[in-house]
């Protein structure tokens, strides 16, 4: 049991060191900054770099993808199901949060609008990054490999599936460097989302594809209100 908690923790230490590692050093501006072609490439570093070191660590705990819910039993529904929980989010966010909590002065849609610079092609640039890095690579890794492992670990028992759920919606959130109330909000409340998704279906379909999708909303519509 010891041994497989620390497999399970070092894939997580080891994953979340190599989210920041293809992230940092394009955000201090190194490699063309953090725009246009760089974040396409973001995407695939993590996608190329994350997905193999989930591989190995389930391999080392007697698991598979597939046995933390990467599967494409009943993708249809659970694909709906995520687009709908991605349209609710993204009305709530943009027709009240947002606009009630500062639009185009929030620190974070700020720093999106610097990083598209008013250009539709660094939305297209950020979707990969968007929709790899952060739907995929992010679910499989928060959802997947940090619920479904940990809890496959302990036999999938009730407690150990939901407290891992709890840990995993806090990590998430923190992982991402909240810097105010409203942002621990942006953040909980879709971690959340995301969690029930992969809880309820016992499927990463879902959760997957409203995270890509939400990444993918909040790029364009930031773009069409505020650029």
């Keep these: 049991m010891l041994k497989r908690l620390a497999i399970w923790l070092i894939v997580i230490i080891g994953g979340f060191l190599l989210f920041a590692a ?76 947002i606009p009630q909590t500062g639009g185009a002065e929030r620190q974070d849609v700020a720093e999106i609008i610097a990083m598209l610079g008013g250009e539709w092609s660094n939305v297209w640039w950020y979707l990969p990054l968007g929709i790899i890095g952060g739907g995929l690579v992010e679910e499989l890794y928060n959802r997947g490999f940090f619920i479904g492992a940990l809890a496959g670990i302990f036999k999938h028992s009730k407690i150990a599936l939901y407290a891992a759920a709890l840990l995993s919606i806090v990590f998430f959130a923190a992982g991402h460097l909240p810097r105010n109330l409203i942002e621990w909000i ?18 990463l379909t879902a959760s997957i594809v409203a995270h890509a999708l939400w990444n993918t909303a909040v790029v364009i519509v930031v773009m069409l209100l505020y650029s």
């Design 186 to 203: 942006d953040l909980l409340i879709p971690s959340a989302a995301y969690t029930a998704l992969y809880i309820f279906t016992g499927r």
């Design 22 to 97: 293809t992230q940092i050093p394009f955000q201090l501006g190194w490699f063309g900054g953090y725009s246009g072609v760089s974040l396409a490439l973001i995407g695939l570093l993590q996608a190329v770099l994350i997905i193999p070191l989930l591989y190995a660590g389930l391999r080392l705990l007697d698991m598979d993808f597939h046995s933390i819910g990467w599967t494409a039993a009943h993708w249809q529904k659970d694909s709906l199901l995520g687009a709908a929980v991605a349209a609710g989010w993204t009305l709530l966010q943009f027709l009240w949060i």
